[in-house]
């Protein structure tokens, strides 16, 4: 593949060293891929739990429907450890909203 390299006097070729390091990077980048869905999906947990926390103070009984969404939020990286779980978990709607279920609270 040709790369080109954008320079304020315009676009020029790529070096082979530039070349080596573009495709060096997009590898490393690719790589990574399960691991920066895994990110996003423990902030989407996050969020989860955060917004139910109130339920946990003393003063409050938490329903068992909500204790066991939380505990399922909780296990959501040793139930779902592949690629395409995760791609399940992030599948989202034509509104934007998340679509598995595992996100919906009771």
């Known amino acids: 593949m040709v790369y080109k390299i954008l320079q304020p006097e315009g676009l020029r070729e790529a070096t082979v060293e530039e ?3 573009i495709d060096t ?4 980048w690719n790589n990574n891929s399960a691991n920066r869905k895994l990110g996003w999906i423990k902030e989407i947990r996050l969020q989860k739990l955060i917004e139910t926390d109130y339920l946990s103070n003393s003063d409050v009984t938490m329903p068992d429907n909500i204790k066991t969404w939380r505990q399922s939020l909780r296990n959501l990286p040793q139930d ?18 998340l679509t598995h279920s595992i996100w919906s609270k009771p």
């Open 19 to 21: 070349t080596t390091e």
């Open 25 to 28: 990077r997009t590898t490393a």
């Open 80 to 97: 779902f450890s592949t690629e395409e779980q995760y791609d399940l978990l992030l599948a989202r709607d034509e509104q934007g909203n």
